[in-house]
């Protein structure tokens, strides 16, 4: 019998579509163990990294004149009520001010969470996101990342010492070229137990039906 399923995600952290995505993964783990808790499943969930702008600047700019300059004023707005009534839905509280940018640095802070445990690196994830979709934060900023580090339980020094280095960057380039050699074009991607995908933020029925797969082929 399946006793732990895996789930491996490539997302970027300026992605507002991935915190759906993961919200959404989240209420599906919880409901699918609500409904057996006599043979209790554990889930693993490991994150990997995704640049939807590889060509974003190291120092952050502003995020509305961004997104003014990529989509336009009117499909900017269009974007942002839908993304204001999904997030509602999810628990999302999205705020659009601050600063964006490149988000090498957020994936190799990801990378020392990894080397801890996959709880650890999925508190950072949750950080991550809270921080630049919620409280405005600017991703570039080692300031930002350190406080992310710290509230997701990482030792103050070992992140100072990580992100005043190239710690992880490495990894995380090899990481980025495999999600294209394999075609992701798009995230949040998620792979269960090495063989199922599921591409966007699906909703929590697409997670279920997967995970009841597993159950039922092993029961």
């Given at each position: 019998m399946v006793k732990n399923i895996d789930i491996k995600v490539v997302s970027d952290t300026v992605c507002p579509w991935c915190y759906v995505g993961k919200q959404r993964m989240d209420k599906a783990i919880s409901?699918?163990?609500?409904?057996n808790p006599a043979s209790p499943i554990t889930f693993t969930t490991t994150w990997y990294p995704f640049y939807l702008n590889?060509?974003?600047p190291k120092i952050g700019e502003d995020k509305n004149a961004m997104?003014?300059?990529?989509f336009g004023e009117e499909r900017m707005k269009m974007m942002r009520a839908r993304m204001?009534?999904?997030?509602?839905a999810e628990g999302i509280n999205f705020k659009w001010g601050g600063k964006t940018g490149n988000t090498r640095d957020t994936h190799r802070l990801l990378q020392l969470?990894?080397?801890?445990?996959p709880?650890?690196?999925?508190?950072?994830?949750e950080e991550l996101f809270k921080a630049y979709h919620e409280n405005e934060q600017d991703p570039t900023s080692h300031e930002v990342l350190q406080k992310v580090g710290e509230d997701a339980g990482l030792d103050a020094k070992e992140v100072k010492e990580w992100l005043g280095s190239d710690k992880g960057g490495p990894l995380v380039d090899r990481e980025v070229e495999e999600a294209q050699r394999r075609y992701i074009q798009g995230v949040p991607h998620f792979t269960i137990q090495g063989k199922y995908e599921l591409e966007g933020a699906q909703e929590p029925s697409a997670f279920l039906q997967i995970f009841k797969m597993l159950k039922d082929q092993d029961a």
């Open positions: 409901e699918f163990q609500s409904f590889p060509a974003a997104y003014a300059r990529k204001l009534q999904i997030g509602e969470g990894k080397s801890k445990s709880e650890v690196q999925t508190r950072v994830v």
